[in-house]
């Protein structure tokens, strides 16, 4: 009985033996999966490795200047910027045209050497030549010969040799060929220095990563220009890939869509709309509820403050870009196109009238503005208006229109009529002129008496204007090749004018 038990125990023991080591199966293939699944998977790529390429030139604002020449000053910041040369505890720069003052005499005194190839001479040479000898038997007491004074020109443009060579010993380059179409003599512009650096660094901009952005990186220099790209390679830091060409990381380009509106310098500026693209369009445009004058094809819009004339309209240029609409600037009124008038409707058609009857489109501003002087000079002078008091220096805006139309209507009038429709014609052309009131002596009474001229400003030059004694001279027989008083000077007029 006992044995049967032990039997019993036994062959149960058995089974639940066989029976784990059953279930034990699976469990460790569960365990090896993950470990031939890890094994069997592909190793990621390792991540690119970009390097970076800093920018050696400069676009302040979106102004890059591509077509202005390379300053021998600029050269020099921009060989400094490239061999990394520090202006700092430099000696003086030894030029006669380069002060301490001057943004440019650190990096001056720091390329300047570069600039120059140097006259070497080995000692061999040196004691073949006899120069030691003659050194020490000199008189330390003889007068010692003055030094020319050496100039360095750094507003002269930069020649393609000059900054070739320079960048060729500062940063110690093979010698390179210049880009195709330059020569050694060749005046560098901004945009063609930005080539030839490329070509002697190696560095091929990413045209097909350029292609790709939607709005411009430079305000004065179209996508369409076949050097943007070298461009963009000068003034934009950024990562790229080292391959048969630059492979670049747009994340890393140091540029983004500039602001909409009109960005201004110097008197000029450009329209950018809300997709960050400069609006290039020739004459009056508008964008973003603003209207603007643009002079060619560049979209360069002016920005000066001053008149300007196109398609036989005058308008104002705002110095931010924008045109005078609706509004008025001392005598000038302009309305909701930003067109100049006078106030008065049938005035403008007068002056319009005059102006077409006397000049022709292929005119120049000042050829237009002396035939139209030659129309007021023919009319009839007949008659005399009350004179202004001493306190009156020009006549009212009322009475200016008031003495204009009577003149372009009736042909005849006085002085002050003379100098009304004058000076609304000029203004009507675009320039700034002035009815003047006044005293004037001339050989009808040397005595001054009452008068009225015109006086125009131009390039910050004021020269007055007088038909009504251009028309005396006609009648009675007096030259005006000699005696005329078309834009002449005060000090140098044939009458004595006083102004009140």
């Known amino acids: 009985m006992k044995r049967g038990l032990r039997i019993y125990c036994g062959a149960l023991a058995l089974a639940l033996l066989l029976s784990g080591c059953a279930q034990s199966v699976p469990q460790q293939e569960q365990e090896t999966e993950p470990v031939l699944a890890a094994s069997a998977i592909e190793q990621e790529p390792a991540e690119p490795e970009y390097r ?3 920018a050696y030139m400069s676009a302040p604002k979106g102004f890059f200047g591509p077509d202005q020449p390379l300053r021998r000053a600029e050269a020099a910041q921009l060989v400094c910027n490239l061999a990394a040369l ?19 005499y650190g990096a001056v005194c720091a390329a300047a050497a570069y600039f120059e190839v140097p006259e070497q001479v080995s000692e061999p040479e040196a004691e073949a030549t006899g120069k030691p000898d003659e050194a020490n038997t000199e008189d330390p007491n003889a007068p010692q010969e003055e030094l020319e004074p050496a100039y360095f020109r750094p507003q002269d443009a930069t020649l393609a040799y000059e900054l070739q060579g320079a960048l060729t010993r500062a940063l110690d380059l093979p010698d390179t060929a210049l880009p195709a179409g330059m020569t050694d003599m060749t005046v560098l512009s901004r945009a063609d220095a930005a080539v030839l650096v490329n070509r002697l660094l190696g560095r091929t901009p990413d045209q097909d990563a350029l292609d790709t952005l939607c709005y411009d990186l430079l305000l004065d220099m179209p996508r369409t220009d076949t050097r943007y790209a070298e461009v963009i390679e000068a003034v934009f830091p950024h990562e790229y890939l080292e391959d048969t060409k630059e492979q670049w990381n747009l994340q890393t380009l140091a540029a983004s869509p500039m602001r909409a509106g009109a960005h201004t310098k110097d008197g000029r500026g450009f329209v950018v709309d809300e997709s960050g693209c400069v609006v290039r369009k020739n004459g009056i445009f508008t964008s973003g509820g603003w209207t603007y004058l643009s002079d060619s094809d560049t979209g360069c819009i002016f920005a000066d403050g001053a ?8 308008v104002l240029c705002l110095r931010g870009g924008q045109l005078l609409q609706d509004g008025a600037q001392g005598e000038y009124l302009f309305d909701k196109n930003g067109y100049y008038t006078t106030g008065s409707e049938e005035l403008d058609a007068l002056l319009d009238e005059a102006i077409a009857a006397c000049t022709t489109q292929d005119m120049t501003p000042e050829q237009m503005l002396r035939a139209c002087y030659d129309y007021v000079r023919s009319y009839k002078y007949l008659g005399r208006n009350a004179a202004f008091g001493s306190d009156v220096k020009t006549p009212p805006y009322e009475k200016l229109v008031e003495f204009a139309q009577k003149i ?11 100098a009304a429709s004058f000076c609304l014609l000029a203004r009507r052309l675009g320039f700034e002129a002035a009815c003047i009131i006044g005293e004037c002596g001339y050989v009808w009474n040397w005595r001054p008496i009452a008068h009225g001229w015109v006086e125009i400003t131009q390039d910050g030059q004021t020269l007055l204007y007088d038909p009504q004694i251009e028309n ?4 009675a027989g007096i030259s005006n090749d000699d005696y005329g008083a078309y834009a002449v000077r ?3 007029a044939h009458a004595r004018y006083l102004k009140h």
């Open 86 to 104: 520090s202006p700092k505890n430099l000696p003086e720069s030894g030029y006669a045209d380069v002060s301490p003052d001057v943004w440019y």
């Open 408 to 418: 372009l209507t009736t042909g005849k009038g006085d002085c002050y009529n003379f």
């Open 472 to 475: 005396y001279n006609i009648r």
């Open 52 to 54: 970076l390429h800093a």
């Open 307 to 314: 008149l300007h004339r196109t398609d036989g309209h005058v």
């Open 490 to 492: 005060y000090e140098t």
